[in-house]
């Protein structure tokens, strides 16, 4: 099993700020991905953090606006950039690998004024 | 679509009751995954079920699944309060995992 951390845990933030999120895992995985998840609402797949190369954006998400880095196998960060209020979500980041059961950080909860 | 469809999407039952929830997709099933959240754990992963597999259990839950259906259910016996949270199900033969709408359980003392 792995387990994940991310930092920070929660942050309230200006409109037209970034933040940046940072999500470590405790050993070595092959797959990390980053996750919204909207007040009610189910997971969206934002993108698959590549390690070493672009991450892969599911529709609707571009790398202007979400930003992600992957320097190795435990480690990621996500940028929310130019943030709006319709930001405010909870983003989670996850990481195992294909096919078994991703491990999941305990999300990080932005509030965008 | 990867996404599955989670059936109820609320069940309500009091504490030692079973509660049996279900799962189903448009497109062919390879691995398929549970996962409960809740506000005070996260999500969380359950039981992973493969194609090869028609049910599994671990510990208060059985999983079933019919690949000529593309559907799975989720039982949970003897439940407890503790089990409320939000219950989804993830075909995993995708390099990407799609969540659904998942099933919300809340279990009353």
């Known amino acids: 099993s792995a387990v994940i951390s991310q930092k920070p845990s929660r942050d309230i933030c200006q409109r037209g700020t970034s933040l940046t999120i940072q999500c470590q895992v405790d050993?070595?995985?092959?797959?990390m991905f980053w996750y919204r998840q909207q007040p009610g609402q189910s997971l969206t797949l934002i993108a698959t953090a590549n390690q070493g190369s672009e991450a892969t954006y599911e529709s609707g998400f571009v790398i202007d606006k979400f930003p992600i880095s992957r320097p190795n196998l435990t480690f990621s960060t996500l940028t929310v950039s130019n943030m709006s209020p319709e930001d405010s979500s909870i983003y989670l980041c996850?990481?195992?690998?294909?096919?078994?059961?991703?491990?999941f950080g305990p999300g990080t909860r932005l509030t965008v004024l | 679509s990867q996404q599955g469809e989670e059936d109820p999407q609320a069940l309500s039952i009091q504490e030692g009751e079973n509660a049996t929830m279900n799962c189903s997709y448009k497109?062919?099933?390879?691995?398929l995954q549970w996962y409960r959240q809740n506000s005070g754990r996260g999500l969380v992963h359950l039981i992973l079920i493969r194609s090869n597999e028609r049910e599994k259990h671990s510990g208060r839950l059985r999983v079933t699944l019919d690949t000529s259906k593309k559907s799975s259910s989720l039982l949970i016996t003897a439940s407890r309060a503790a089990d409320t949270a939000s219950y989804f199900c993830?075909?995993?033969?995708?390099?990407?995992?799609?969540f659904g709408k998942g099933t919300m359980l809340l279990v009353s003392p």
């Open positions: 993830v075909n995993s033969g995708y390099s990407t995992l799609t």
């Open positions: 050993s070595q995985v092959t797959m």
């Open positions: 497109t062919s099933i390879n691995n």
């Open positions: 996850s990481g195992g690998e294909q096919g078994n059961e991703q491990f």
